[in-house]
């Protein structure tokens, strides 16, 4: 128990001082603005390999007077996200209408707004009744499951080979350490390795020939050690760089989401 213990106080020493040697998001973000994200977008579908079930997504980026808004709608929910224009969460929102995933969750909806502390408060519904709320303090180093998507697309120009951060699980309302590794690949199927793939995606991305960048997410520190899962959130090689899909965490609980339209 004790040799157990020495050992992962030692990886986790080891994976401070290499986390201290690579870019944090803060840096790689602090020039880049919402204005060099266009309008557009993405229609897909979410796919699940092992019930072989699938349904359609509809996400689009809109700029406004008060920043970038980002609406996701599915069959199961409807998600937004308002970032002002350094890519902080202002306020966001998730709201589901599906039992059987309100059963899972607990909630039927989830409110997040920013207060003059920089934390993003997370408030909990279920039937109109708040069930909980929780505060995540963000700085400018937090991207968290939803901001993820226009950080990445911003970055995909001149984003080093690494860098590290803070992800926000809202879920969750938790931070945990991550770093985020960045790959432009022909091919996409060693990524899938581990994963049961749909096989409508799989004839996609075997008859598919184009270039994309692949960011692979990880989960650092002690928390590193509990959840050693990754999560892939593909893009377009060329600007401005669209979102094209994502997948990750365990086999048995993933769905892979994935535009038609990139």
Same mark, same amino acid.
């Given at each position: 128990?004790? /040799?157990? @213990?020495?050992?992962? !106080?030692?990886?986790?020493?080891?994976?401070? %001082?290499?986390? @201290?040697?690579?870019?944090?998001?803060?840096?790689?973000?602090?020039?880049?603005?919402?204005?060099? =994200?266009?309008?557009?977008? @993405?229609?897909?579908?979410?796919?699940?390999?092992?019930?072989?079930?699938?349904?359609?997504?509809?996400?689009?980026?809109n700029q406004e007077m008060s920043?970038?808004?980002?609406? *996701? /709608?599915?069959?199961?929910?409807?998600?937004?996200?308002?970032?002002?224009?350094?890519?902080?969460?202002?306020?966001?929102?998730?709201? *589901?209408?599906?039992?059987?995933?309100?059963?899972?969750?607990?909630?039927?909806?989830?409110?997040?707004?920013?207060?003059?502390?920089?934390?993003?408060?997370? #408030?909990?519904?279920?039937?109109?009744?708040?069930?909980?709320?929780?505060?995540?303090? +963000?700085?400018?180093? #937090?991207?968290?499951?939803?901001? =993820? %998507?226009?950080?990445?697309?911003v970055l995909s120009k001149d984003? $080093?080979?690494?860098?590290?951060?803070?992800?926000?699980?809202?879920?969750?309302?938790?931070?945990?350490?991550?770093?985020?590794?960045?790959?432009?690949?022909?091919?996409?199927?060693?990524?899938?390795?581990? &994963?049961?793939? $749909?096989?409508?995606?799989? /004839?996609?991305?075997?008859?598919? /020939?184009? #270039?994309?960048? *692949? +960011?692979?997410?990880?989960? #650092?520190?002690?928390?590193? !050690?509990? &959840?050693?899962?990754?999560? &892939? &959130?593909?893009?377009?090689?060329? $600007?401005?760089?669209? +979102? =094209?899909?994502?997948?990750?965490?365990?086999?048995?609980?993933?769905?892979?989401?994935?535009?038609?339209?990139?």
């Amino acid at each position: 128990m004790l /040799k157990r @213990a020495i050992v992962l !106080f030692a990886l986790i020493i080891s994976t401070t %001082f290499t986390l @201290a040697a690579i870019p944090t998001l803060d840096s790689l973000i602090q020039n880049q603005s919402t204005n060099n =994200i266009p309008n557009y977008e @993405a229609n897909g579908l979410i796919m699940n390999a092992h019930t072989k079930e699938s349904f359609p997504f509809h996400m689009t980026f809109n700029q406004e007077m008060s920043g970038l808004f980002l609406t *996701v /709608k599915t069959k199961m929910s409807e998600s937004t996200l308002n970032l002002n224009s350094s890519f902080q969460v202002l306020h966001s929102s998730f709201n *589901v209408s599906h039992p059987p995933l309100i059963d899972k969750l607990n909630y039927d909806q989830r409110l997040g707004q920013r207060n003059e502390l920089d934390e993003v408060v997370f #408030t909990f519904y279920s039937k109109d009744s708040k069930t909980r709320e929780k505060g995540v303090y +963000y700085t400018k180093n #937090t991207l968290d499951t939803f901001s =993820i %998507f226009p950080i990445l697309q911003v970055l995909s120009k001149d984003a $080093p080979e690494q860098f590290s951060a803070d992800f926000s699980v809202q879920h969750m309302a938790i931070k945990v350490p991550v770093v985020i590794h960045k790959m432009v690949t022909s091919n996409l199927l060693p990524f899938f390795d581990g &994963y049961a793939l $749909p096989e409508q995606l799989e /004839k996609h991305i075997r008859s598919t /020939k184009k #270039t994309y960048i *692949v +960011y692979v997410l990880s989960v #650092t520190g002690w928390q590193g !050690f509990l &959840y050693n899962h990754r999560h &892939y &959130y593909v893009f377009s090689s060329t $600007p401005p760089y669209k +979102y =094209i899909g994502h997948w990750g965490g365990q086999n048995k609980t993933n769905l892979f989401s994935w535009s038609i339209n990139p």
